[in-house]
């Protein structure tokens, strides 16, 4: 059965490249049921349409693209997935809407997906086919979704207790609907936290930095991009920029940041699992990862590596994930010692002194 997509956007130009692209797919996939040119008409259109997902621009006429994610998630809850232009301005237009509730976020232009136009068209169906996806989550109250975990994965704290500082280092890495997850993490940290922190969000590079920014507004601890021999210190998360590879190396008894370009071949860049097999070398037993809601696997081979050296690893519940790829991944390998849900993860963060 094909995905019923409602494509919003106030020029006609970008409405008709989706739909085309959608509509052209060999399988047989899609089906554009409606085009809306602002977010008020978005609105009347996803309630009689009825889509699966939607795709929403956020700078629009009459309606902004944030208001009708607003209204859409109040009234006819569903997946949205953003475009948007890859300017500062945009950057946080867009983080201003996954707040609001969308799932997921494109920029506006494909060269910015990726320069190879075919791959880019292939990323953006997989892109609506997987919120797509999302549709029954997001439709059904969450009491009603129940989590299945060996209980001893389920307790309330870890073996080793984060508020006993038994850690060296905190890495939190995350996909789709991370950024939402790490923000209500990083909110209930208190200033005082005395071990450094190192995000890797797959994200843009043009948006990594005003997500940090963001982060640093919302935090009582520091929130930078991070920039290459950066020094882990505590208290201070540094967040992994957008198209490049950053990885952990220990120099005169001191943790620097190094960063590296991506080069062709590599999936991801960030990519978690660089980085968590640098952290592994560099800190064996004295550190913890946590994987957040995201599509793929990324993360899971580095945190492999990291809990054959004694590391601790924690995954995000399935019921609180946007998407459980990532952290279903990782509790798969059998590598896990703790399976959480993301309030859970916000009370433990709170309660660090």
């Known amino acids: 059965m094909a995905i019923r997509v409602l494509i919003v956007d106030d020029s006609h130009f970008m409405c008709k ?31 009689t349409t009825e889509p699966d997902v939607i795709t929403m621009d956020v700078e629009m006429p009459v309606m902004d693209g944030i208001t009708a994610v607003k209204r859409i998630m109040a009234e006819t809850p569903t997946p949205i997935l953003m475009f948007s232009a890859s300017t500062h301005v945009g950057a946080k237009a867009t983080l201003d809407a996954l707040d609001a509730g969308a799932i997921d976020f494109l920029p506006k232009q494909f060269n910015e997906i990726n320069g190879d136009h075919e791959v880019a068209r292939q990323i953006l169906k997989s892109r609506v086919r997987n919120v797509a996806l999302q549709a029954e989550r997001i439709k059904r109250p969450q009491t009603q979704v129940l989590n299945v975990y060996p209980e001893r994965l389920l307790g309330a704290i870890s073996r080793r207790k984060l508020n006993r500082y038994e850690f060296e280092l905190l890495v939190i890495v995350a996909s789709t609907g991370g950024p939402v997850a790490i923000q209500k993490i990083l909110t209930e940290i208190p200033a005082q936290c005395s071990i450094p922190i190192l995000l890797v969000q797959h994200m843009p590079g043009n948006f990594t930095h005003s997500f940090a920014e963001r982060l640093n507004a919302l935090c009582k601890i520091q929130v930078q991009e991070a920039v290459n021999n ?13 198209g490049q590879q950053i990885e952990v190396e220990a120099r005169a008894g001191k943790k620097f940041i190094v960063l590296q370009p991506k080069v062709a071949g590599d999936i991801y860049s960030p990519c978690a699992d660089m980085t968590l097999t640098s952290v592994a070398q560099v800190y064996r037993n004295k550190a913890l990862a946590i994987i957040l809601t995201g599509m793929g696997a990324d993360g899971r081979e580095g945190a492999k590596i990291m809990h054959k050296a004694g590391s601790e690893i924690w995954a995000q519940d399935e019921a609180s994930c946007t998407i459980y790829g990532m952290p279903k991944a990782v509790v798969d390998a059998g590598i896990v010692t703790k399976i959480t849900t993301l309030v859970e993860l916000m009370k433990i963060f709170r309660e660090i002194n």
């Open 17 to 47: 490249r989706i739909a085309d692209i959608l509509e052209k797919d060999q399988g047989q996939q899609f089906e554009v049921v409606g085009i809306a040119g602002n977010g008020r008409e978005a609105i009347v259109l996803a309630a």
């Open 230 to 242: 950066d020094e882990l210190l505590p208290g201070v998360a540094l967040l992994a920029p957008g």
